[in-house]
């Protein structure tokens, strides 16, 4: 029952670095999701997919790009990472809108 | 403006006692869904309830039950004679309608920690 799987599960970059996080999830959901969690903040939407080839940027989209070229993966890029960038990244999927999502393990990322 | 407000970022109880966790939201929608989800110490995020704007049913699930009062905007959790197990950061959320989609829209948690 693998569910969403997130890789890699830590990583530390330099500032100006780049680098892409993949998400890969094996229900066969329509919906992909890139939210942060930064310390009492909750979690914030990055950007989204509604579907295989689609994406759209979500309430903090700045500084990161996305692609879902098959419908079962999803992934997060920072063309130049910064330390403002520092978080812990979820993905998640859903069958349809207002389904439940369900959450990969996270990757805790780090900019020096 | 926030549209989820979590007012408890804090709540510690000795196992067996009740707890609520406090959810007020903010929206315009007449149709919209309101989750809770679970993080535990282990960092994974977990599905606990999904409820449409248009029920207003209380939900019960063994030990955790949901208070959604449309006329003061609230959707609360309790959870009866808690376990430290029960131990873990709460979120509750909101899904909005927004640029073309819906979105989930997070309120900054409750952790709740279960004393022995």
């Known amino acids: 029952n693998a569910g969403v799987t997130q890789t890699p599960k830590f990583r530390v970059l330099k500032t100006g670095q780049s680098m892409t996080l993949l998400c890969a999830q094996d229900?066969?959901?329509?919906?992909m999701y890139w939210y942060r969690q930064d310390p009492g903040m909750g979690l914030r939407l990055i950007h989204y997919?509604?579907?295989?080839?689609?994406?759209a940027k979500g309430e903090v989209p700045d500084g990161y790009n996305v692609s879902r070229l098959k419908k079962q993966n999803f992934l997060l890029g920072l063309e130049s990472a910064a330390p403002s960038q520092t978080s812990v990244y979820f993905c998640?999927?859903?069958?349809?809108?207002?389904?439940?999502?369900?959450f990969g393990d996270g990757t805790r990322l780090s900019i020096l | 403006a926030q549209k989820v407000t979590q007012a408890q970022t804090e709540i510690s109880v000795v196992e067996k006692e009740d707890v609520t966790l406090d959810c007020v939201y903010e929206?315009?929608?007449?149709?919209?869904?309101l989750f809770w989800y679970k993080q535990p110490p282990s960092g994974e995020l977990v599905f606990l309830i999904r409820?449409?704007?248009?029920d207003e049913q209380n939900e019960i699930s063994g030990r955790y039950s949901w208070n959604f009062q449309k006329s003061t905007s609230s959707f609360n959790f309790t959870i009866t004679a808690s376990q430290v197990v029960d131990s873990a950061v709460y979120f509750c959320?909101?899904?909005?309608?927004?640029?073309?989609?819906?979105?989930?829209?997070w309120g900054a948690g409750t952790k709740l920690i279960i004393k022995p």
């Open positions: 998640a999927s859903s069958l349809m809108v207002n389904q439940p999502q369900h």
């Open positions: 229900m066969n959901h329509e919906y």
């Open positions: 997919s509604v579907g295989e080839g689609t994406t």
């Open positions: 929206t315009r929608d007449t149709t919209y869904y």
């Open positions: 409820r449409n704007s248009f």
């Open positions: 959320a909101l899904s909005e309608f927004m640029d073309s989609n819906y979105q989930l829209i």
